[in-house]
């Protein structure tokens, strides 16, 4: 049997998109209006490490059961929208991990260099942890774009050309996609990233309904999918 089992891809699409819930249930809220108090309040989060972590392993899960997803549907109809789909969520899928990272570990630490820099120091430290900051919101909503935007839209118009999921399911791709597409494109184009908060929600909740849901109906399928 070469390559990943429907099984196992259908286990990882709907693992991911359950763990990507308490991920983000578990992470902490930064509302504060100034920088300068959101920077200290990441710097004393206890809540940002296991929350981090578990993020992590949502974005590895998620990757590999859509790609699961996307080979269920190679070599029929939905052959070249499968693999169009499949590209973008490796893609997508890489940068999130490094994005996660990246806020776990280097803006956490930056956070508290800033915290805790003396009157002398505290400029140097600030600027430097707005600059992380600045490079970790572009990655989100670079993999906003790929993982969330383009993934599930691309596979969601495989699954209506090869009709082997049912159609409401790619309907919802197709629709989540396209809200997560438009608020990664814009997030990148804009300096104010949490105006599209609320949008950002209601896309990123019909994809992880559409993983779940595609990972459900995966089970159905006998013949191995090569990822």
């Given amino acids: 049997m070469s390559g990943l089992s429907r099984p196992v ?3 990882c699409a709907i693992a991911g998109g ?40 949502a974005f590895a899960l998620t990757t590999i059961g859509i790609l699961a997803i ?10 070249d929208a499968a693999w169009l789909g499949g590209a973008a ?15 776990l570990f280097g803006a956490r630490q930056m956070a508290r260099i800033f915290a805790g820099a003396d009157e002398q120091n505290q400029q140097g430290a600030y600027w430097a942890t707005e600059a992380l900051d600045k490079a970790n919101s572009s990655l ?8 969330l935007g383009l993934a599930p839209l691309l596979i969601g118009v495989a699954m209506l050309q090869a009709r082997r999921f049912s159609t409401w ?25 949490a105006a599209l908060n609320l949008v950002f929600l209601v896309g990123s909740l019909l994809v ?10 995966l089970r159905r399928f006998d013949e191995p999918a090569p990822v």
Avoid: H, K
């Fill in 208 to 217: 992880t309904v559409w993983l779940i849901a595609s990972g459900v109906q």
């Fill in 169 to 193: 399911l790619a309907g919802v791709g197709i629709v989540g996609g396209l809200i997560c597409a438009f608020v990664g494109v814009a997030n990148l184009l804009m300096e104010d990233q």
């Fill in 70 to 79: 996307a080979a269920s549907l190679r070599g029929g109809r939905g052959n």
């Fill in 89 to 103: 969520v490796a893609a997508g899928g890489a940068i999130a991990l490094a994005q996660n990272s990246l806020s």
């Fill in 18 to 57: 359950v763990v990507a819930l308490i991920g983000n249930l578990l992470s902490p809220r930064f509302n504060q209006d100034d920088n300068v108090e959101v920077y200290r309040a990441v710097a004393a989060s206890d809540r940002l490490v296991p929350a981090g972590l578990v993020l992590i392993l």
């Fill in 9 to 11: 891809g259908s286990a």
């Fill in 140 to 147: 989100f909503s670079t993999w906003t774009l790929l993982l």
